[in-house]
C-alpha cells in the first residue's frame, strides 16, 4: 500500500510540476530534466508514468481542464450568490482568473500554437476541450435566454476567446467585462 502512494505521489508531483513550467514557460521551452529536478523525482519515475514527453503533454493538458473546471465551478458558486443570470456568472468568474497571480492565458490556446501538428494527442485534446468549452457556453446561454441562446452561443465563444488572448497581450482583467458586455447586449438587444 505505501509503495503504491508513493507511486501515485511522484505520478502528481510530476503532473503538478509539469503544469506550472508548461503554462508559465512554455511546452517547448521546458525540458524533461527541469521537470525531474523540480519535482524531486527519478528520469525512471518520470518515464514509468509517462513513457515520452508526448505522453507527458497529454496528461497535463488532461490534468489541467479538470482544474479549470474545479476552478470555474467554485468561482461560479460564489458568484451565483450575488448574481441571478448565469451569464453574468460566468463572466464574473471569468474575470477571477483573469485577475490571478499567474494567469497567462489559456493552456489549450497556447498548447495548440505550441504543438502545432494537429494530429498531435495534446493538440487534438486541445480541440476537444475547446469544444466542451464551447458546449458549455451553449449551455449557459441557452440558460439565460433560451434556446435561441444556442444559436449566439458560438458568437459568445468567440468574444470569450478573444477576451483571453487580449488579457494576455494588455496584461489587463478589463477584457472580461468587454466580453460580458458585448455578450449581454447580443443576447438581450
Known sequence: MERTRTTSDARQRILETADRLFYQDGIRAVGIDRIIAEAGVAKMSLYKHFPSK????????QYREKEVLAFFGERMEHHRKKLKDPLKVFFAAFKDWFDTPSFRGCAFINASVELANPDHPGFVFARGHKERFRDFLR?????AVGKMGGKLAPAIFLLVEGAIVTAVIEG????ADVARDAALKLLHG
Open 54 to 61: 508526448d505522453d507527458l503533454i497529454l496528461a497535463v493538458l
Open 139 to 143: 449551455g449557459l446561454t441557452e440558460e
Open 172 to 175: 489587463k482583467a478589463d477584457a
